[in-house]
């Protein structure tokens, strides 16, 4: 069985800072795309930044495009995403996301292809 474990999470401050961390006791990250999506109850889950394979390409949301970024810390084999000036409409349930299949040539789009993490929330007060 596969475990993602998210940290990080916590309330701020509108513009402050968060980094979220992901990692896995199981699963290699190398090799994988890797993202992080959010959820607020009642609505869809949301992606809001990617990185591909490689750690090269990284996509973002444009609701946090210039405020987020994703990374990978391919010696410990960690999953960031740091958060800066933080709105109180990224208030949400923060997921980490590894494909579940190494050396693809897309990432996959649909929920179904990644493992999931049990979630780090995030509060964002104004």
């Known amino acids: 069985q596969v475990h993602l474990v998210e940290s990080g999470g916590g309330s701020v401050d509108a513009g402050g800072s968060l980094r979220l961390s992901c990692e896995s006791p199981e699963l290699p990250f190398s090799g994988r795309c890797m993202a992080w999506f959010r959820q607020v109850p009642g609505k869809e889950r949301e992606r809001v930044a990617r990185t591909d394979i490689g750690g090269i390409r990284k996509d973002y949301s444009d609701s946090v495009k210039g405020r987020f970024t994703i990374s990978k810390d391919i010696v410990k084999d960690i999953l960031y995403l740091q958060m800066s000036d933080l709105k109180p409409e990224d208030t949400a349930m923060y997921y980490c996301?590894?494909?579940?299949?190494?050396?693809?040539?897309?990432?996959?789009?649909?929920?179904?292809?990644?493992?999931w993490g049990q979630g780090t929330q995030v509060t964002v007060s104004s």
């Open positions: 996301a590894a494909g579940r299949q190494q050396w693809t040539a897309a990432c996959p789009v649909d929920f179904s292809s990644y493992y």
